[in-house]
T-cell receptor, first 115, second 114 residues
């Protein structure tokens, strides 16, 4: 079975600063994908970034980057130059078969950006 | 295509009543997933379809829950004899059966059982 652990229930960050959201995972499979989703108060899950287990380089998407440390089984999300619109719940998730199976989510981190 | 669509967005029902939710996935996506999210938690997997075939069901999906995806297009999730513990956000997601691609989520149906 897969497990995702997010140990930060809430974080407060000053606008324009960078923020790191922690995520560790557990699986015995070798072929998996790691995802980060953002959930604003409206409820929709918005995809941010993906990392495959065999990808050697960390994924980047605009202001988002994923710090993938396979040996430590961690997949932290880094948001650079935070904006007020980044305030939301952030979920780390994993899926076997490089993302082709069901998603297993963590409990999330509520990020609040302070003006 | 406007994305994954769910209907209704909100549903209030009395305990013991049956409810049905609908999900319209992105048209070319052959995989469709249902998740349930309770307050303060991440979404939990319920079931998924590859086209019209239901390939996996979670143990969370009691016999009061049933899901269908006729003709491999839209899907319905029915809850019979609702209980207060069924109150949650029900999320639908769809994706292509291609590695290294993300699932796209709908805005969810929030169910309140009173």
């Amino acid at each position: 079975a897969q497990k995702i652990t997010q140990t930060q229930p809430g974080m407060f960050v000053q606008e324009k600063e960078a923020v790191t959201l922690d995520c560790t995972y557990d699986t015995s499979d070798q072929s998996y994908g790691l995802f980060w989703y953002k959930q604003p108060s409206s409820g929709e899950m918005i995809f941010l970034i993906y990392q495959g287990s065999y990808d050697e380089q960390n994924a980047t998407e605009g202001r988002y980057s994923l710090n993938f440390q396979k040996a430590r089984k961690s997949a932290n999300l880094v948001i650079s130059a935070s904006q007020l619109g980044d305030s939301a719940m952030y979920f780390c998730a994993m899926s076997l078969n490089f993302g082709n199976e069901k998603l297993t989510f963590g409990t999330g981190t509520r990020l609040t950006i302070i003006p | 295509d406007t994305g994954v669509s769910q209907d209704p967005r909100h549903k209030i029902t009395k305990r013991g009543q049956n409810v049905t939710f609908r999900c319209d996935p992105i048209s070319e996506h052959n995989r469709l997933y249902w998740y349930r999210q309770t307050l303060g938690q991440g979404p939990e997997f319920l079931t998924y379809f590859q086209n019209e075939a239901q390939l996996e069901k979670s143990r969370l999906l009691s016999d009061r829950f049933s899901a269908e995806r006729p003709k491999g297009s839209f899907s319905t999730l029915e809850i019979q004899r609702t209980e207060q513990g069924d109150s949650a956000m029900y999320l639908c997601a769809s994706k292509e059966t291609v590695e290294n691609t993300e699932a796209f989520f709908g805005q969810g149906t929030r169910l309140t059982v009173v």
